[in-house]
């Protein structure tokens, strides 16, 4: 690079007695001694800056734009999953009723099930990484529930007959899960949220309440004919945690997964049951 006398420089660094410089018509950069420039403001910032950023890197400050990483550049994410809930569980149930001046029992026996079902939720980043959001889940099971009693015989004083039988039956549990997250970006294609916060249950359980038979002289027999069941509903507050990995194909669509881990007990007529369980699931993610 070769300057004539009056030809106007940008200052690019300051390293002792050397300036880098940089031609403001050409763009050619090349060093000459900071004695041959005339004295300006701009040399005396450029040596000024380049102590701070000595001073710094000895303490270990990164340089602005250096090796900073990158936060999220997401502000809203939603998602919508098929989802599955991987639960599965038995309990039972033992009533009695008055027939005949003794004692008739009956007991239900309750499956539940992995079932499929949807899930559906988004997050808004307030500062940095950290994010708030709100999900809702459904899943149902249909199945039949197995009853077993004993009925009195009219006229024989304690000669039981056993009777058995089903009766159909559902489970649907629907949440909403209020969450507390954390973005974690891992490039520009993929995302993670790890999450965790409250859930506000609501399930609804057929429950056996009565049973229904037939007989016929000498009464030596009883037939199972059929049950009351009754669709009790109850609300319940529990926990939640889970993550949820993106990988988005344009700079707003993607797709991802996602696994929670909700838990409550919920009273029912019948006794205390758990709800929730480890769920699964995959779809479309919304990133803006």
């Avoid at 990158?70 to 039972?92: C, H, I, K, M, W």
């Avoid at 999900?135 to 009777?163: E, M, Q, Y």
């Avoid at 069941?229 to 797709?255: L, M, P, Q, R, S």
């Amino acid at each position: 690079m070769v300057l004539q006398r009056g030809d106007t420089v940008t200052i690019e660094a300051v390293n002792e007695g050397w300036v880098h410089v940089r031609t403001t018509a050409g763009g050619e950069q090349g060093c000459m001694r900071r004695s041959d420039l005339e004295a300006s403001p701009a040399v005396d910032r450029a040596a000024e800056a380049q102590r701070t950023r000595q001073a710094q890197a000895a303490r270990g400050v990164p340089p602005r734009g250096g090796s900073r990483r990158a936060g999220p550049q997401e502000r809203v994410v939603v998602s919508v999953n098929a989802s599955y809930l991987t639960a599965s569980r038995t309990f039972d149930d033992a009533r009695t009723f008055d027939v005949n001046q003794e004692t008739a029992h009956f007991s239900s026996a309750y499956q539940v099930e992995p079932s499929t079902g949807v899930d559906a939720g988004g997050f808004v980043r307030v500062v940095q990484g950290l994010a708030v959001g709100v999900a809702f889940t459904s899943h149902k099971d249909a199945r039949d529930i197995l009853v077993t009693g004993t009925i009195p015989h009219p006229i024989l004083f304690g000669h039981d007959r056993n009777i058995e039988g089903t009766a159909a039956g559902t489970r649907e549990e629907t949440a909403v899960h209020l969450q507390f997250g954390y973005i974690v970006p891992a490039g520009k294609k993929i995302s993670a949220i790890v999450f965790g916060g409250p859930s506000f249950f609501t399930v609804k359980q057929s429950v056996v309440t009565a049973v229904r038979y037939t007989d016929a002289y000498p009464y030596d027999e009883a037939t199972f004919s059929g049950a009351t069941v009754a669709n009790e509903e109850e609300k319940k507050t529990g926990f939640h945690v889970g993550v949820d990995v993106a990988y988005y194909f344009t700079k707003n669509i993607g797709a991802g997964g996602i696994v929670r881990f909700a838990s409550t007990k919920v009273d029912f007529s019948l006794g205390e049951v758990d709800a929730g369980g480890a769920m699964v699931g995959g779809g479309v993610r919304i990133r803006f």
